[in-house]
């Protein structure tokens, strides 16, 4: 999957530097300070963009970017080819900024009072804009320091890690993904170094269910610097990010593991790896389980090392794993996140709910 990535950030700011040092080899770069003779730049800044997704390439567009209107078309377009859409605020001051831009010659300085203009226009980014992610990038004498993006000051966002219960490796996909005949694009991938991403594999196999928890994990996930958004429980190598490549050997081995309360080859790795999450991820990060809460094969492990901070959404119960999955991409679509309450002493069962209103097509 492709990757739009927004930088965010005045003049003077150290957006292209950041460009340089992070994106440079993996990115098409696009920025309207390479159009200076153009009247259509706006235009033609869109076509660069979504010529280099259709393409499957990512992009990073190098712009001040400042109002949520000057974001707005760039994460439609990335929206319509697929991408996953991250954005970089560049949290350099004005005074900053401005020091810089003194520094530099010719057309790379702009006038004094654009700075103070783009500063007083700028528009604090949330992940109700469209973003997939928010990330802030703090400049250190060269070195780029990124961390969740908090928002404005005194409006920081809790922290939250998503742990994503793994796909069947009993079903009817997986049977044939194994026994090689399977004719899915993920075959090839896996049967070769380094092998496919563990979310793609498992959103194949369980289709609809993996693949909401994957993108509202995504879409929703905020963890302290240095960690993962979300990661997958898995049979027999505890929690792996989604990202992480497999092969179908390691697929083979999860296969041969079964996921429950009284098999050591799932519970060891899983309580090892959720200790050290708990460690990492420090006192003030909630730890969302996204799967079956009526079930103890995961709940138990997981109260045992996380207690009161293993949360989950209310919403779940009485749903199926479908009506999970639809439920998820629809709060994906709305850019509204579900409300969790602690598993700890909660209702883990109940009645049926409605049927979820029919997605709306994208």
Do not use: W
Not at 68 to 89: H, K, P, Q, S
């Amino acid at each position: 999957m492709p990757e739009l990535v927004i930088l965010i950030g005045f003049p003077g700011s150290g957006k292209t530097s950041f460009h340089r040092a992070r994106f440079a080899s993996t990115h098409v770069h696009v920025s309207k300070d390479l159009m200076r003779n153009r009247r259509d730049r706006q235009t033609r800044q869109l076509t660069l963009v979504d010529e280099a997704l259709a393409a499957g390439r990512s992009v990073v567009v190098d712009n001040v970017n400042a109002t949520a209107a000057d974001r707005m078309a760039l994460i439609e377009a990335g929206r319509r080819r697929g991408a996953t859409i991250v954005g970089y605020v560049l949290a350099t001051s004005v005074a900053e900024c401005s020091r810089r831009n003194r520094g530099r010659v010719g057309r790379e300085r702009v006038p004094e009072v654009a700075i103070r203009a783009h500063a007083k226009r700028f528009q604090h980014p949330t992940r109700a804009e469209g973003f997939d992610r928010l990330e802030q990038v703090r400049v250190d004498e060269g070195r780029f320091e990124v961390s969740p993006y908090d928002g404005e000051p005194g409006e920081r966002m809790p922290r939250r890690i998503f742990l994503l219960s793994p796909a069947s490796t009993s079903g009817e996909r997986a049977v044939r993904l194994l026994d090689g005949r399977s004719t899915s694009a993920l075959a090839p991938g896996l049967r070769s170094a380094p092998g496919v991403p563990l979310g793609e594999v498992f959103s194949f196999l369980s289709s609809l269910y993996f693949r909401g928890k994957l993108a509202y994990a995504r879409a929703f996930g905020r963890p302290p610097p240095g960690l993962c958004g979300a990661f997958v429980i898995t049979p027999g190598e505890g929690l792996r990010d989604p990202a992480e490549p497999v092969t179908i050997d390691r697929l083979r081995r999860y296969a041969e593991v079964r996921v429950k309360s009284g098999e050591p080859r799932y519970l060891t790795p899983l309580l090892r790896d959720a200790k050290a999450l708990r460690r990492l991820a420090g006192d003030d990060a909630g730890i969302v389980l996204l799967g079956s809460v009526a079930s103890s094969r995961y709940v138990e492990p997981l109260l045992t090392v996380f207690g009161d901070r293993l949360l989950f959404p209310p919403a779940f119960v009485g749903r199926g794993d479908m009506s999970r999955g639809g439920l998820l991409l629809r709060c994906v679509d709305a850019h509204e996140e579900l409300e969790y309450a602690p598993v700890s002493g909660a209702v883990r069962h109940g009645p049926r709910p409605p049927r979820l209103a029919k997605r709306a097509r994208r």
